[in-house]
């Protein structure tokens, strides 16, 4: 195969993995401070998916503005589950969070089998077969326009946590939840509402791939999966590590693809995160010291 | 006979004696759709008291019990469709498949301290990496399934394990009792509190001299050995294998939902949830149908509304409240 078909797939690959990046973002942050650990976050992620579908059949929305109104209700819901459900969990065992989290996601999952049937929905914008000519390569529309997106909602996040004050403080309570409480943080709202920050960042990354892949009910535990594969390859707690992660996944799944067959592709990211949980379990960007 | 009923109260004695008999009488009674559900609630109760032995005992969290189970399902399986091996022998090939699974994932984790949730995602890697192995595995016809020889006159041949429902009931009854034997005996014997003390904290464990490397090792083995029984049984009960569906991880989870609900690290925890989830379930069936309200997802959203109702009211599942309440515990757990 010529040099430049390679390339095309490992450019492909490489703008999905920034979206992929988005979400594992989310997943990232919730871990990060919170320490639940989201088994639903694939199906939040779907159920964002499902509205930005709704939202374009009904309004002509195109995903990628649809995104903010998105990203909003998804921020909503998630401060509510946290400040109403998950919050009492935090000091409980693993495998309690864990039921709590696969109660939700059966929830969620059910809920839009209900509403919206077993069957695929997908978006068609103008833009879906345009692309872009660099040389000998093509780079799809679609992708980038949805890989921009993801990077300036990542680094919209990013200055966030940076730059401003609550910002500072979920970081504080990050670090030191005792810390945090002491010096008189209102952890219970900074969780909440890094949880809801969480489930945005999983909306705003749903409103992008709904441009890239059909969507069904039963989506959600392959995109959990894939994001907990991300997450822990990048390194947790990591923000810019979720995104190198993302795009190291992105790649693995795309050249995989092309070299065996593509429904092998996900074992090469499996064998990727045996490999990195096991000579280097804090991930490729993540702090050794913990 | 004594050591069984060590420190078993009179009363729990009593109670448990009529368990038993309830079930053993139950197929004089049940039709055949009772039982195959029967066979299922006791399917579940034995593998959950096998992944028990790991979380509930060492606390570790297991998200990848299906690859023991289908590693065991796929190798007795294939013994006996091309030679005609009896799933009795075939079980002693799982057993050490199976744990030997085990020791390499344990070996692996434990060597590079990879603890609490990365160890749970580690397990789910291997289950999801043998899942799509299996599918591209032309020994096992990959994804277009194996399936073992049904035999034409349905006599009950416990041999090789041919017959009707009623038979795999006895057997499955049999080996749950067996699993809830061995698990007494696991906790009370000296690896039992080992296990314990790493369960409640891993570096006091260490500090008294605990090799927990090697107790959590001994955990994970023994929970991957017992549970290559439910494989076999799995491969001989549903006579046909698909690693989409044996390997897949949402057979993890329902395995592991009925221990929790049940009461972690209990003994009777894995057998109540698996009674109270499959009866949730069925109830929740025969309750939409009988509304005339069948709308696909229906059921599964009311059953997971249940879950989460559960785990915010009983946190330490149902059995331990249940005790309680019976006063069987007698003061301890």
């Not at chain 1, 980038?144 to 504080?172: D, K, N, P, Q």
């Not at chain 2, 429902?165 to 007494?184: E, G, K, N, Q």
């Not at chain 2, 379930?281 to 069948?294: K, P, R, V, Y």
Request: charged content about 10%; overall charge positive.
């Amino acid at each position: 195969m010529p040099l430049d078909v390679y390339l095309n797939v490992a450019i492909s690959g490489l703008l999905t993995g920034l979206v992929y990046g988005l979400m594992a973002l989310g997943l990232s942050c919730i871990f990060g401070v919170v320490r639940i650990v989201n088994f639903a976050h694939g199906e939040m992620m779907t159920a964002a998916m499902y509205i930005a579908v709704v939202l374009f059949q009904a309004f002509g929305l195109d995903p990628l503005i649809a995104m903010v109104p998105i990203a909003a209700v998804l921020f909503v819901f998630g401060y509510a589950l946290q400040r109403g459900v998950i919050n009492s969990f935090v000091t409980r065992p693993e495998s309690t969070q864990f039921l709590l989290m696969i109660a939700i996601a059966i929830i969620i999952v059910n809920a839009l089998l209900i509403t919206f049937g077993p069957d695929a929905r997908g978006v068609q914008t103008s833009y879906a077969y345009d692309s872009y000519a660099l040389g000998p390569l093509i780079v799809d529309a679609t992708k980038l326009y949805a890989a921009v997106a993801a990077i300036l909602v990542a680094a919209a996040l990013f200055g966030f946590f940076r730059f401003t004050l609550t910002g500072t403080a979920i970081r504080a309570c990050a670090d030191n939840h005792t810390g945090a409480l002491v010096v008189g943080l209102d952890v219970r709202h900074l969780y909440a509402l890094t949880f809801g920050l969480g489930a945005a960042c999983v909306g705003a990354a749903g409103s992008m791939l709904v441009l890239l892949v059909d969507v069904t009910p039963a989506l959600g535990p392959a995109y959990t999966l894939l994001a907990f594969i991300i997450v822990i390859t990048g390194g947790l707690g990591s923000m810019g590590g979720a995104l190198v992660g993302g795009v190291l996944i992105g790649l693995t799944e795309a050249i995989a693809g092309l070299v065996f067959t593509p429904s092998a592709k996900s074992m090469f990211s499996f064998a990727i995160l045996v490999l990195v949980l096991l000579f280097r379990p804090v991930g490729i960007l993540g702090r050794t010291a913990r | 006979m004594r050591a069984l009923t060590r420190d078993l109260s009179r009363r729990s004695i009593v109670l448990l004696a009529a368990l038993l008999a309830v079930l053993l009488a139950l197929p004089l009674v049940a039709n055949d759709y009772q039982i195959t559900v029967l066979v299922l609630i006791l399917y579940l109760a034995y593998v959950g008291q096998a992944w028990n032995i790991m979380m509930g005992f060492a606390g570790l969290l297991s998200l990848g019990h299906a690859l023991y189970v289908g590693l065991a399902a796929y190798l007795s399986g294939l013994l006996f469709k091309d030679y005609g091996i009896s799933p009795w022998l075939g079980l002693l090939a799982a057993i050490p498949l199976s744990a030997s699974a085990g020791a390499m994932i344990s070996f692996l984790a434990f060597r590079f301290r990879v603890t609490g949730v990365y160890f749970a995602i580690l397990t789910i890697a291997f289950a999801e990496f043998a899942r799509i192995g299996f599918d591209h595995l032309a020994i096992v016809n990959g994804s277009g399934g194996l399936f073992l020889p049904v035999a034409q006159n349905p006599r009950s041949d416990l041999w090789l394990l041919r017959g009707p429902p009623t038979m795999f009931y006895y057997v499955i009854l049999a080996a749950t009792v067996v699993a809830a034997l061995l698990s007494r005996a696991l906790l009370g014997s000296r690896i039992g509190y080992f296990w314990l003390a790493i369960r409640e904290d891993e570096q006091a464990a260490r500090a008294t001299g605990i090799d927990t490397f090697r107790y959590k090792t001994a955990a994970v083995v023994i929970s991957a050995g017992v549970t290559a029984f439910a494989g076999v049984f799995y491969a001989f009960y549903y006579n046909n294998l698909f690693p989409e569906q044996v390997f897949n991880i949402s057979r993890s989870i329902e395995l592991i939902i009925g221990p929790i609900i049940g009461g972690l690290g209990t003994l009777f925890g894995p057998v109540v949830g698996a009674f109270l989830l499959t009866g949730l379930s069925e109830l929740l069936t025969g309750t939409l149908a009988a509304l005339g309200f069948d709308l696909p997802g229906a059921r599964q959203v009311l059953y997971g509304s249940c879950l989460l109702l559960v785990i915010l009211v009983l946190p330490g599942g149902v059995w331990p409240f249940l005790a309680r309440r019976l006063r069987l515990d007698g003061g301890r757990r």
